[in-house]
């Protein structure tokens, strides 16, 4: 069984019940963290599910914690699968900007979420995966996945020329009608999912974290093996 940590606390709490439900059937078992609290993560995840939530509201207290930023940012780094939703792109972020203050966040997304009066994306959303969407593909997927959005924030000053797990047909996305910001093994984005079957993304998600496990565990055996052949002519 996969552990996937989630974040549940004061800054996110968007996550549809059924969602939870549909990852557990998927063989995941969610670990909450608080993202305002806890130093670390709990030990040994697979992955991690960032839901949406007000970040902007406690965007302090989530910079405070600098621990917990930094460690996310290093198992991201590292590869860890992570998947964020709106409040969990902002989380992941260089930044958020808000009523004159900037305040650090994750920094593995390469980009700063601002604030805006007006919203920057709200209603039905209607998605197409792109040739780099990194999870798996499902014969019978559905050309165009259904989502929605509501968002202040604005993804701006973003560098280099990131890949995108989306085009968007309807709405706003991140930019330019992209959404799904891919970094290494993370896909976040600003569009806020739910697991049916038109669009079953918490079995992809953990088929996708199954996929990295697996790979993880071949690369140690062949570095296991090539450690017993550097022995056995050592010892010759």
């Not at 059937?25 to 806890?38: I, K, M």
């Not at 409040?87 to 900007?97: D, E, F, N, T």
């Not at 309807?170 to 290494?184: L, S």
């Amino acid at each position: 069984e996969a552990e996937g940590g989630v974040a549940g606390d004061a800054a996110f709490g968007f996550y549809y019940p059924d969602d939870l439900d549909a990852l557990r059937q998927a063989g995941a078992e969610p670990v909450p963290f608080n993202t305002l609290t806890d130093p670390h993560l709990p030990p040994d995840l697979d992955g991690l599910f960032i839901g949406g939530g007000f970040p902007e509201a406690h965007m302090a207290a989530l910079e405070a914690n600098a621990s917990l930023r930094a460690e996310i940012k290093a198992k991201g780094e590292a590869g860890l699968p992570i998947y964020a939703e709106c409040g969990g792109l902002m989380y992941l972020s260089r930044a958020i900007v808000w009523k004159g203050e900037r305040r650090a966040m994750v920094g593995l997304v390469p980009g700063d979420a601002v604030m805006h009066k007006a919203p920057q994306g709200r209603g039905y959303v209607r998605l197409r995966e792109t040739a780099d969407f990194p999870w798996p593909r499902l014969e019978d997927a559905p050309g165009v996945m259904p989502a929605h959005e509501f968002h202040h924030s604005r993804l701006e000053n973003i560098e280099g020329s990131p890949r995108f797990a989306y085009r968007v047909v309807r709405g706003a996305g991140i930019a330019e009608k992209q959404d799904g910001i891919i970094v290494g093994n993370t896909l976040a984005c600003y569009a806020h999912m739910r697991s049916v079957g038109a669009n079953p993304w918490a079995p992809r998600f953990i088929a996708f974290v199954r996929g990295q496990i697996a790979e993880a565990q071949a690369e140690r055996r062949r570095e296991d093996n090539a450690d017993a052949i550097d022995m056995l002519f050592d010892g010759i």
